[in-house]
């Protein structure tokens, strides 16, 4: 099996692939290698009947160069995004309860330390 860096035409992540898997993914994308955040988007889009294959790929690579910024940069942007929300839901759903205890139970191999949700 032979893996090759291929590099998304929307962001310019490099991922390394097998070259099967780049094939697919440019048959699936009108011959353009987009990353797998890259084709979410443009298969959310399409999914959402707002455009075609071939338009969605162009408006999203338009979108990425105009906010061209390094794709692990925007990644981790997105995580955080994601935990903050995550934190405020847990946060607001039950602020007047006790949300997490440490408990202690001891088993044949020794003390284990477990922590559970409430």
């Known amino acids: 099996?032979?893996?090759?860096?291929?590099?998304?035409?929307?962001?310019?992540?490099?991922?390394?692939?097998?070259?099967?898997?780049i094939n697919e993914v440019k048959e699936k994308f009108e011959g353009k290698w987009l990353?797998?955040?890259?084709s979410e988007?443009?298969?959310?889009?399409?999914?959402g009947g707002k455009s075609e294959m071939e338009e969605a790929v162009t408006a999203h690579m338009s979108f990425c160069r105009k906010h061209k910024t390094n794709p692990a940069t925007r990644v981790a942007d997105g995580m955080k995004q994601?935990?903050?929300?995550?934190?405020?839901?847990?946060?607001?759903?039950?602020s007047s309860s006790k949300k997490y205890s440490r408990s202690a139970s001891t088993t044949q191999g020794g003390d284990e330390?477990?922590?559970?949700?409430?």
């Not at 291929?6 to 992540?13: Q, R, S, T, V």
């Not at 994601?82 to 039950?94: E, F, G, K, Y």
């Not at 330390?113 to 409430?118: K, L």
Request: hydrophobic share 25%; charged share 30%; proline share 0%.
């Open 113 to 118: 330390s477990s922590f559970s949700y409430y």
């Open 82 to 94: 994601m935990l903050r929300r995550r934190s405020s839901d847990v946060s607001s759903s039950s």
């Open 41 to 47: 988007a443009v298969s959310d889009e399409i999914k």
């Open 1 to 21: 099996m032979e893996i090759e860096l291929a590099k998304c035409e929307c962001c310019g992540l490099k991922e390394e692939c097998t070259k099967d898997y």
């Open 35 to 38: 990353c797998g955040l890259c």
